[in-house]
């Protein structure tokens, strides 16, 4: 299985970007597909998550500014990102697991390489 995320760049606060992530070698359309990010000096964390059938889970952080969605026919998961603070400066990671989806970094076996997001006051 291979995710590769884009999207990623410098925006101002306030802004909106979106994120992709494709992924290849097993069957998309079943698959949890998560969004997490890591900020310089801290832990990854979770943002976003959305099962097969397209349920979603947001962290509190980004709730209400942030929208994951997927394209089971380009087998892509997207991070729309609107409204963006500083504080959501970061590499973001995609991830997936063919099982429940979970908002537990650890329960992820696949991971793409990264995108960048820096938000400029």
């Known amino acids: 299985v291979q995710l590769q995320a884009s999207g990623g760049g410098v925006v101002q606060a306030g802004s909106s970007l979106r994120l992709s992530c494709a992924a290849s070698g097993r069957t998309f359309s079943s698959s949890s597909m998560g969004w997490f990010r890591q900020a310089p000096g801290k832990e990854r964390e979770f943002v976003a998550a959305?099962?097969?059938?397209?349920?979603?889970y947001y962290a509190d952080s980004v709730k209400g500014r942030f929208t994951i969605s997927r394209d089971n026919a380009k087998n892509t998961v997207y991070l729309q990102m609107n409204s963006l603070k500083t504080e959501d400066t970061a590499v973001y990671y995609c991830?997936?697991?063919?099982?429940?989806?979970?908002?537990?970094?650890?329960?992820?076996?696949?991971w793409g390489q990264g995108t960048l997001v820096t938000v400029s006051s």
């Open positions: 959305i099962n097969w059938s397209g349920g979603t």
């Open positions: 991830a997936a697991r063919w099982s429940r989806v979970s908002l537990i970094i650890t329960r992820y076996d696949y």
